[in-house]
């Protein structure tokens, strides 16, 4: 319930700072949760499914809930596999961050069945949402390209090219030299304008939360893109980048993205009255509980 009045009010909060709030976008999933018995512990664990994650949670009674931060987090979308074993336990692999595998146990072989199915479901659906990301990069759009030297930028029509795994840009779509960057060799993203080449801007030209950099070994590539398709971008790169370049250490789910995309939203709007983000909050709902 806790969880569910943060998202109320930062929606709310948005609302009234005369933006959109951000919505996680609709798509068929499944969500399931449970209590689970964890074999390397001998302890029931509390496992939480929503949009290809699995949160763990120490186990719970009946018509308790669970509170606090989870213990683990394992990410379904990338470089995962759920298999039963010949025992009927339910074994969950994944290799990001790093490598981890767990081990539970359902309390009948139905109950192991239901989570098998919504786990490999809930995993099947964000593969396909990640998969139409990588098509809409395929096409690209309109990005500005924020340069190092001056932190000035320059509007370019960006597209991903996923079999030579580059980022490439030109005045056009069809530009016949366009210039580019091998994904192979970027080792992370950053969501925002967080680098010295955005910071160094004496005015920031474009919203917080349309920004994002590709950071490589020896330089960084800063962008921004329409609020509309920041989310595409980010994390149809980022699954490009965990797919096909070794050094990728970060990683976001699509809750994390958009909990952040609040956040920067939240924080520029607050920035625009002359607040803190705390102090534009604590005014926002002030106000809401004046409202009729």
């Known amino acids: 319930r806790v969880t569910e009045l943060r998202v109320f009010f930062c929606k709310a909060s948005v609302a009234r700072a005369g933006a959109h709030p951000v919505l996680m976008p609709d798509a068929p999933d499944v969500e399931k949760?449970?209590?689970?018995?964890?074999?390397?512990?001998?302890?029931?664990?509390?496992?939480?499914?929503?949009?290809?994650?699995?949160?763990?949670?120490?186990?719970?009674?009946?018509?308790?809930?669970h509170r606090g931060l989870p213990e683990e987090v394992i990410q379904l979308l990338h470089k995962s596999e759920v298999v039963t074993d010949?025992?009927?336990?339910?074994?969950?692999?994944?290799?990001?961050?790093?490598?981890?595998?767990?081990?539970f146990r359902a309390?009948?072989?139905?109950?192991?069945?239901?989570?098998?199915?919504?786990?490999?479901?809930?995993?099947?659906?964000?593969?396909?949402?990640?998969?139409?990301?990588?098509?809409?990069?395929?096409?690209?759009?309109?990005?500005y390209k924020y340069n190092y030297s001056n932190s000035k930028r320059m509007r370019r029509h960006f597209w991903v090219d996923e079999s030579s795994a580059e980022?490439?840009?030109?005045?056009?779509?069809?530009?016949?030299?366009?210039?580019?960057?091998?994904?192979?060799?970027?080792?992370?993203?950053?969501?925002?304008?967080?680098?010295?080449?955005?910071?160094?801007?004496?005015?920031?030209?474009?919203?917080p939360w349309c920004c994002f950099s590709l950071l490589f070994p020896d330089r960084t590539l800063d962008l921004a893109v329409a609020g509309d398709a920041v989310a595409?971008?980010?994390?149809?790169?980022?699954?490009?980048?965990?797919?096909?370049?070794?050094?990728?250490?970060?990683?976001?789910?699509?809750?994390?993205?958009?909990?952040?995309?609040?956040q920067h939203r939240l924080r520029y709007a607050a920035h625009r009255d002359g607040l803190t983000t705390r102090a534009f909050l604590l005014q926002r709902l002030r106000a809401l509980a004046k409202d009729p």
């Open 232 to 262: 595409q971008w980010f994390l149809g790169l980022q699954l490009l980048l965990l797919q096909r370049s070794p050094g990728c250490v970060t990683c976001l789910s699509e809750a994390q993205f958009v909990f952040r995309k609040v």
């Open 86 to 103: 010949a025992d009927g336990a339910l074994r969950i692999k994944s290799r990001v961050l790093y490598d981890t595998e767990h081990v």
């Open 167 to 207: 980022l490439r840009w030109g005045k056009t779509r069809a530009d016949e030299s366009p210039q580019s960057m091998e994904l192979t060799t970027c080792v992370g993203l950053i969501y925002g304008p967080l680098t010295s080449t955005f910071q160094r801007c004496a005015v920031l030209e474009d919203p």
């Open 107 to 143: 309390c009948s072989d139905t109950e192991a069945r239901l989570w098998f199915q919504a786990l490999t479901s809930s995993r099947a659906a964000g593969v396909e949402r990640l998969a139409r990301h990588l098509e809409f990069l395929s096409q690209g759009t309109t990005a």
């Open 33 to 65: 949760r449970g209590n689970l018995l964890c074999t390397a512990t001998g302890k029931p664990a509390f496992l939480v499914l929503r949009r290809g994650v699995v949160r763990i949670f120490p186990g719970i009674q009946a018509r308790e809930k």
